[in-house]
């Protein structure tokens, strides 16, 4: 508790020193910038002389004391100016002509992986813009049938994209809705799966009896389909 005592008390004398060191400097540049201004006005009195006359004194009294004035005013705002905050609009954050560029993701992953959109688990709920050459996906199991019923086929068809683990062909929406509607769908026996396989890549009937679907879209941007 003592040694807890003693530092606080420590403390406060530093900062009592600190504070006193302060007022010291402020002083002394206010008596420097005084001297500067007296001997100023001192040296502009006429003749120079201790007989000047009653005005050109109160001249030199005024030219003084407005010389005070100023150096104080002066000390002041140079220490407001010195810890002033940052104004706001300055800086990265708050900038407003700082102007920082996004990178273009769908760019950058076209780049990376080509058309190619990873496994159709992750195109749950996704729209995608396609070029001509169209988009492709994996991860279809022996269960799996992945058609487009909005592709031009007629009533009851689809386009067969993929059924099984085999060839997936690439999803254009290029003609019909400039937005298609992709599902996969998956089906007890693979027997069923296996008859489609044939049918890849060309319209077929709809495929039925298929459970937990899956849905994603594809935009054609060559024909002004947008997501």
Known sequence: F?????M?????????????????GRMLAV????????????SQLPGNSKTAPPSARRQFLTAATAGMVGAA??????????????????????????????PDTEALLKEKQGNFLGRITWLKGVCVETDPEGKTAKGVSDYVIVFDADAPCGEGKAFIHAAGPGKF????????PLVHRYTAETF??????????????????LPKGGADP???????RARGGKC
């Open 31 to 42: 008596l420097a910038a005084s001297a500067g201004v007296f001997g100023t006005a001192f």
């Open 8 to 24: 606080a008390v420590t403390a406060v004398q530093q900062q009592q020193q600190q504070q006193r060191r302060a007022r010291t």
């Open 188 to 205: 007890d026996e693979t027997s069923y799966v296996a008859s489609y396989s044939s049918k890849v890549g060309q319209c077929a009937d």
């Open 214 to 220: 899956l849905s994603w879209e594809i935009a054609s």
């Open 2 to 6: 003592v040694f807890r005592a003693t």
């Open 73 to 102: 005013a002066a000390g002041d705002a140079g220490a407001a100016e010195l810890f002033a905050p940052m104004p706001t609009g300055t800086g990265v954050t708050n900038n407003p002509k700082f102007q920082m560029k996004m």
């Open 169 to 176: 062909e690439p999803m254009t929406a290029a003609a019909g």
